[in-house]
């Protein structure tokens, strides 16, 4: 949302001669010594102005005006009452929004410019009992338990595995004690697997080789 000071000088002009339609009645006081006694004049009036995050209605909210821009309001009536116009606002807009607002209004926040541009945001929720969070948070620790059974599981396996391997290399190692010997081959065929067979442990028994695989 944007406002240009200049979108509003023919309201700040009825403000000033009190026209029909005009909605604020009350003085605006500018010519401040400094602007710090001009921000706090205002802080007096509008409690939420430039003082970080206060409750608004329930709705944690900041409003931030630019100290440039209250130098100007300082010097400026039409501004000024500008400025007071919207900063009054404020409440009665929240509490439009947190009507009109399909989900949950969490947070909310206006600003205004050194140029006296005007933007707000404002955060809310799809969630206001919190349904949603839950079943999420409940999904994510079922997840994280598979997840952790998964890898359990596997590391399970991989030290199952790991004790084969070393039953198996200390079998070999008896064997190679006691005069024995353990071949394997690998082949296209049980004829050529044979062949292997035979030719390995003809090579063992006489000493040449200790072991080796033979791919087809």
Request: with cysteine; glycine share 6%.
């Amino acid at each position: 949302m944007s406002m240009e000071i200049g979108n509003v000088t023919s309201q700040i002009m009825d403000l000033k001669t009190d026209k029909p339609g005009v909605t604020r009645k009350e003085e605006v006081k500018t010519g401040f010594a400094n602007v710090r006694d001009y921000t706090k004049y205002l802080q007096e009036k509008y409690s939420y102005m430039n003082v970080g995050e206060v409750s608004m209605k329930g709705i944690r909210s900041s409003v931030n005006v630019s100290p440039a821009f209250l130098d100007k309001c300082n010097k400026d009536p039409q501004k000024a009452a500008w400025l007071e116009e919207n900063l009054a606002a404020i409440p009665g807009c929240t509490e439009k929004s947190i009507a009109n607002c399909m989900g949950t209004l969490i947070a909310q926040g206006w600003e205004i410019d050194a140029n006296g541009n005007m933007s707000a945001w404002s955060m809310g929720s799809s969630d206001p009992d919190g349904k949603i969070a839950k079943e999420n948070a409940k999904r994510r620790v079922a997840e994280e338990k598979a997840a952790k059974e998964k890898q359990q599981k596997k590391l399970a396996e991989e030290k199952a595995q790991e004790k084969l391997d070393a039953k198996r290399r200390a079998e070999i190692e008896a064997f190679k004690q006691d005069g024995s010997f353990m071949i394997s081959a690998v082949g296209t065929d049980v004829k050529s697997v044979t062949e292997q067979f035979v030719s390995k442990m003809n090579a063992e028994a006489t000493g040449i080789i200790s072991s080796f695989d033979a791919k087809a």
